[in-house]
């Protein structure tokens, strides 16, 4: 057999398969999207995605998730988690079991809901019935105000000491952020409540040391 037989043959074969040429591509929003720095527990993060039939045949899609899967990230301190669930698939209409024509689409709300500090992350996962998933990373980054906003404050006001800043992160039961590669490091006792108010405390050659109430310095640096 010939390659010019060969090659008609495998199209043919090609073309008769229920997927031919069908290619699901989530379109919007772009990659480079972020949710933004979000208050802990906060609802209003949201964004729509939209997933389109770019090929020639329909396509059924399965049950729209978020997952932990092919997602790696460094160990070190500010480092990025991974927290499928802090990002939320809605109910009701959207992506999940829709068929899709040629050039047709739809759209899934996915909230952003930060359990803990830092920046968070998981995948997407838009399942194509007999054809391979369609994923995106999601990112998102978690704050605990007033502390991330006093930490904005003084990396403004003490350039030259509070350098190379990590994300912040918890260790409990503070929320922290660090400094000089991790020489030094800023936190307040918030990721445990407590009746006593919060105080922000710096780390520095393996000491802790209170520098005074988190309320203090969130009225210096003028932050709600």
């Known amino acids: 057999m010939n390659c010019r037989i060969r090659s ?6 090609f073309a008769a398969s229920p997927f031919a040429f069908s290619q699901v591509e989530i379109s919007d929003p772009p990659e480079t999207h972020h949710f933004g720095k979000i208050p802990l527990n906060a609802l209003y993060a949201t964004q ?5 039939n770019r090929g020639s045949k329909p396509v059924t899609l399965g049950t729209v998730a978020v997952d932990a899967g092919d997602i790696f990230v460094c160990l070190a301190i500010g480092c990025p988690t991974v927290a499928p669930q802090d990002f939320v698939v809605g109910k009701g209409v959207g992506c999940t079991g ?4 040629p050039g047709e689409g739809c759209s899934t709300l996915v909230s952003f809901v930060p359990t803990s500090v830092g920046e968070r992350m998981a995948r997407l996962v838009v399942p194509v019935n007999g054809g391979t998933p ?7 980054t978690g704050t605990a105000p007033p502390l991330d906003c006093v930490l904005d404050w003084a990396e ?3 350039k030259t000491l509070l350098t190379a800043p990590t994300a912040s992160f918890l260790i409990s039961p503070f929320y922290a952020r660090c400094y000089q590669g991790g020489a030094l490091c800023l936190a307040a006792d918030l990721a445990v409540p407590t009746f006593a108010p919060a ?9 802790l040391q209170s520098l005074g109430r988190l309320s203090d310095f969130a009225a210096l640096a003028k932050c709600q």
Do not use: H, I
């Open 98 to 101: 829709a068929v899709l024509q």
């Open 156 to 158: 403004q006001e003490y």
């Open 8 to 13: 008609a043959l495998f199209f043919a074969l």
């Open 134 to 140: 369609v994923t995106r990373r999601v990112t998102g």
């Open 199 to 207: 105080s922000v405390y710096v780390y520095q050659n393996q000491t």
């Open 48 to 52: 729509y995605f939209s997933a389109f």
